[in-house]
């Protein structure tokens, strides 16, 4: 099984800022990965699928780099509504797809 | 536009089987190449993939899972199911339904907005 870290765990950030978040893989996932964001009570949202592609609709402060073990998403000028948890999941090795623990972004 | 519903009972007893519904609308479970999933998150933790079927009928199960996971498609009603076998308190969770594309597209792009389903006596 791919094992998926993230770092930070929490990451502190004032709105209009830039905010890096990190995701490992345990072995090469090459650029099957995806990014997703989860607020409150919400189920999550895809915001990055094939490590920097943005789907319809979703906007370009967001953008996602990387491939085999290291992957970056990075989000340019942060607004109020951006403050959730965001998670990396791996579809390169399956079954199982796996995900990171997460990473919480919150307001500085 | 695609949506995902979950529904199923929202209280299970340990020992018991687990069994919630996807209904989907706005596109059809068979067509397009797409798998239907299940995924799990408990309260305060993160998401674990329980398993998913294809457009065509092939069901694939998370390997710590598999033993306790059935996962059906109903076609007729454009649906698809999840049973879990045995539960425990562990089990007890939000399930969400999801669509990934398949075919090496394994993202989630579609989601529905979750059950939360607990296990206690």
Not at chain 1, 6 to 23: E, F, M, N
Request: hydrophobic residues 30%.
């Amino acid at each position: 099984e791919v094992v998926m870290t993230q770092s930070p765990v929490t990451l502190s950030v004032s709105p209009g800022d830039r905010a890096t978040l990190s995701c490992r893989a345990s072995q090469s996932v090459r650029s099957n990965l995806a990014w997703y964001q989860q607020k409150p009570g919400q189920a999550p949202r895809l915001l990055i699928y094939a490590a920097s592609t943005r789907p319809t609709g979703i906007p370009p402060r967001f953008s996602g780099s990387g491939s085999g073990t290291e992957f970056t998403l990075t989000i340019s000028s942060l607004q109020s509504e951006d403050f959730a948890v965001y998670y990396c999941q791996q579809y390169d090795d399956w079954p199982p797809y796996t995900f990171g623990q997460g990473t919480k972004l919150d307001i500085k | 536009q695609l949506q995902l519903q979950e529904s199923g009972p929202g209280l299970v007893k340990p020992s018991e089987t687990l069994s919630l519904t996807c209904t989907v609308s706005g596109g059809s479970i068979t067509s397009g190449g797409f798998h239907w999933d299940w995924i799990r998150q408990p309260p305060g933790k993160g998401l674990e993939w329980i398993g998913s079927i294809s457009h065509s009928g092939i069901s694939y199960y998370n390997p710590s899972l598999k033993s306790r996971v059935v996962i059906l498609m109903e076609t007729s009603k454009n649906q698809f199911s999840l049973k879990l076998t045995s539960v425990i308190a562990a089990d007890t969770a939000v399930y969400y339904c999801a669509r990934d594309w398949g075919k090496g597209f394994n993202w989630f792009d579609s989601w529905g907005q979750g059950a939360l389903v607990t296990v206690s006596s």
